[in-house]
């Protein structure tokens, strides 16, 4: 059994020292190097412990200490070196992450450190190959030996409560400025109960919650652009209070949209004029303790005179109702009252013509104008509607029977013939009432593929599941689930969150502007190179510019960043030349036998070996671009993308990787966003799929083959 961090310490002779840390040191260890490769080395040499086994027999595993001052637990970071020899010795010799956040185009490093803190429970076991891919870890992070990398994931832990996600956070960002990283990526898909927390944070302070240690903007989903990003958080960011509460005039929710929003700005000393100013000021109240929550109710409801105020109830009536009513307790009691429409012991509706609906979702719209405007339809509420009945003819000519999505597509091809068309209708053609039919979607449990059939139902029935389903899954309404404001802080800014940024009663304009924050998930922090020379030193960077041979075959890939090299005050181009070398060497698994012949500078220009670094009364250089030879240009390992020249190019605007599911058109081999095809992510792929460029040309050549016969 391998010996873990706790039996070793006791057990070894020297045990590593344990790392206290102070927040008002900036570092948490004294490390001489300005790189990364050099500083993660001198950290495990002289604070880890080495544990008595590896990971497939090429990744070291060590062991750090840290104790916090501010609560005086000691915790464990496991560090996991793992190494790039060749491509078949190697489990994941490339990196995905690289790829998919527009970093695969860097060469393939030979090493990379994995920095985990497993949950409280695993701090005893051994790691595993397979808690490289768990995603429950406290902290689990992957850096590249030439400091770019990736946080993976950030957790809190009921039974470690002496860390929450803001110390696990602010402990990783000291940690990554200690060993100087370079740039660090994250996929933000942080949440607080049902809201993403980049679209929360983003709306609230211009900035995603990982924006508090300097993450910016990277790359969004589906071809937005850091333009679009910027637009949608203003747009919603500068919604001013006193219009949302008119937009809300009239509508069902105007009460409680009312009552929230008045409480908060009761309770603020500042104006709330914005919907930033009021969430930030919400969120903050949820860090009150609950004396001081209690205490603002309190002096809120004596401002406002009203211990019994008179409210109007969601059907428009008046009641004497206290301040502390649910919203929903005429709804539950309505619910109960349809109690003998329910079969309670098999969980499925009947309606008054025994039709069985198992898991019916209600229909959003109840008319193909309602949802041509709701899902921004390009086509016509006729043509729509006109599909419609193509898709009931093909069900009626088959007696009704289940059909898969391909099939489907085929049989109405040839009386619809936009295919564009479709693929619309059959991604919502579920969402609306077709007389008394509604088409379902569903996935075939055994087969995985998207199918529909065609279901007789009834008003009533359909109310009653709608009812049913708000009683066991609450979480996917938008109602309120507390009963006073201030109370529980986060259900108030979950019904803001729901009924304004997920859907909003008078514009359209916000829920795509939320659509587009929720589709930016990529993030990065870039440390610059420091500007300050310590022990009389410089870091420079020299980046690596292929001959022209190789300029040739990778005319379209962008260069790999410089890599970055340590070197004394009065060093000359010759010494850079050397240490250039070496780092390269140390560094990249296609450099192990390449030879630095020229230093140039920016401009191409040649410099000369005996030119000092640091000319006197000149501009300290610190960018140069290196030639050489011996890059090994055969390796499958050169890039971290892969050698594979693939090419995106959806009708959305994307233009590489990003991250979600894709498909391959079968003529052209262009990828393609399913989503942008209207293929669900839990649908399978079509066994032959063409893009729209080549369907057309399919149909075309077809046409001239029928009209030449």
């Known amino acids: 059994m391998a010996i873990t961090v706790f039996d070793a310490f006791t057990k070894r002779q020297n045990p590593a020292k344990i790392i206290n840390i102070n927040d008002s040191a900036s570092s948490l260890v004294d490390l001489s190097s300005t790189t990364f490769r050099d500083n993660i080395r001198s950290l495990l040499r002289d604070y880890a412990v080495t544990e008595d086994y590896t990971l497939d027999g090429n990744s070291t595993v060590s062991c750090t200490l840290f104790a916090s001052e501010e609560t005086g637990v000691v915790f464990p970071l496991f560090t996991v070196e793992e190494q790039i020899s060749d491509a078949d010795s190697s489990p994941n010799p490339l990196c995905d992450v690289c790829r998919c956040v527009g970093w695969g185009h860097h060469y393939v490093t030979k090493r990379k450190y994995h920095l985990i803190i497993p949950t409280i429970d695993k701090w005893k076991e051994a790691l595993t190959r397979e808690s490289l891919k768990a995603n429950t870890h406290l902290m689990h992070g992957v850096i590249h030996c030439n400091g770019f990398g990736h946080l993976l994931c950030i957790n809190t832990d009921d039974a470690f409560h002496f860390f929450s996600g803001d110390q696990i956070m602010h402990f990783w960002d000291r940690l990554c400025s200690t060993l100087h990283t370079r740039k660090i990526s994250v996929d933000d898909i942080s949440r607080k109960g049902s809201m993403d927390l980049r679209l929360l944070h983003g709306v609230a302070y211009g900035r995603p919650w990982f924006g508090k240690w300097d993450y910016m903007f990277s790359h969004g989903s589906f071809g937005i652009r850091k333009e679009q990003y910027n637009r949608a958080i203003c747009i919603l960011s500068s919604m001013e209070v006193d219009n949302i509460k008119e937009d809300f005039s009239g509508t069902r929710k105007e009460r409680l949209i009312k009552m929230i929003i008045n409480f908060y700005i009761e309770s603020s000393q500042t104006p709330l004029a914005t919907l930033s100013e009021l969430l930030q000021f919400m969120l903050a109240f949820?860090?009150?303790?609950?004396?001081?929550?209690?205490?603002?109710?309190?002096?809120?409801?004596?401002?406002?005179?009203?211990?019994?105020?008179?409210?109007?109830?969601?059907?428009?009536?008046?009641?004497?109702?206290?301040?502390?009513?649910?919203?929903d307790d005429q709804e539950e009691s309505d619910d109960d009252d349809d109690g003998n429409d329910t079969d309670t012991d098999n969980n499925v509706l009947v309606d008054q013509d025994n039709t069985t609906m198992v898991g019916m979702v209600p229909p959003k719209y109840n008319s193909f104008d309602a949802m041509a405007k709701g899902e921004h339809s390009r086509w016509s509420a006729k043509r729509l509607s006109n599909a419609a009945q193509a898709v009931l003819k093909v069900f009626n000519d088959r007696n009704n029977s289940v059909i898969t999505r391909?099939?489907?597509?085929?049989?109405?091809?040839?009386?619809?013939?936009?295919?564009?068309?479709?693929?619309?209708?059959?991604?919502?053609?579920?969402?609306?009432?077709?007389?008394?039919?509604?088409?379902?979607?569903?996935?075939?449990?055994?087969?995985?593929?998207?199918?529909?059939?065609?279901?007789?139902?009834?008003?009533?029935?359909?109310?009653?599941?709608?009812?049913?389903?708000?009683?066991?899954?609450?979480?996917?309404?938008?109602?309120?689930?507390?009963?006073?404001?201030?109370?529980?802080?986060?259900?108030?800014?979950?019904?803001?969150?729901?009924?304004?940024?997920?859907?909003?009663?008078?514009?359209?304009?916000?829920?795509?502007?939320?659509?587009?924050?929720?589709?930016?998930?990529?993030?990065?922090?870039?440390?610059?190179?420091?500007?300050?020379?310590?022990?009389?030193?410089?870091?420079?960077?020299?980046?690596?510019?292929?001959?022209?041979?190789?300029?040739?075959?990778?005319?379209?890939?962008k260069l790999p960043p410089g890599e970055l090299v340590m070197v004394p005050q009065n060093a000359n181009i010759r010494e850079l030349k050397s240490s250039a070398e070496k780092a390269l060497r140390d560094t990249y698994f296609v450099m192990e036998n390449f030879e630095v012949s020229e230093i140039r500078n920016k401009d191409l220009e040649k410099i000369d070996e005996t030119t000092s670094l640091m000319p006197e009364g000149n501009k300290i250089m610190t960018e140069f671009l290196v030639t050489g030879f011996g890059l090994d240009t055969g390796t499958e390992l050169r890039y971290e993308g892969g050698f594979d020249d693939w090419t995106v190019e959806c009708r959305c605007g994307a233009r590489d990787d990003d991250g979600e599911r894709m498909v391959a058109c079968d003529a052209c081999k262009v990828w393609h966003h399913t989503k942008c095809h209207s293929i669900e992510d839990d649908e399978a792929v079509p066994q032959v799929f063409l893009c729209n460029t080549c369907f057309g040309v399919s149909v075309r050549s077809k046409k001239r083959n029928v009209a030449n016969r």
């Not at 949820?286 to 929550?293: L, V, W």
């Not at 005179?305 to 428009?316: A, L, Q």
């Open 286 to 327: 949820t860090s009150k303790a609950p004396i001081e929550r209690t205490t603002a109710m309190a002096l809120v409801a004596m401002s406002s005179h009203h211990v019994s105020n008179p409210i109007i109830e969601d059907d428009g009536d008046t009641s004497d109702s206290s301040f502390t009513s649910s919203p």
């Open 406 to 557: 391909q099939v489907l597509r085929e049989a109405v091809r040839g009386s619809i013939g936009d295919t564009g068309l479709i693929d619309f209708l059959l991604k919502h053609i579920d969402k609306v009432l077709i007389g008394d039919q509604i088409v379902q979607r569903f996935t075939n449990p055994e087969s995985r593929m998207l199918q529909f059939s065609l279901r007789e139902i009834t008003p009533r029935a359909l109310e009653g599941e709608a009812k049913k389903r708000r009683k066991t899954n609450p979480q996917e309404t938008d109602e309120w689930r507390s009963t006073t404001p201030g109370l529980h802080p986060y259900e108030d800014i979950l019904y803001l969150y729901q009924n304004l940024l997920l859907t909003h009663p008078d514009s359209d304009v916000y829920s795509d502007a939320s659509e587009v924050i929720l589709n930016c998930k990529g993030f990065v922090k870039e440390w610059p190179l420091p500007s300050h020379q310590e022990q009389n030193t410089l870091t420079v960077s020299c980046q690596v510019l292929p001959n022209h041979e190789e300029l040739l075959r990778d005319f379209t890939r």
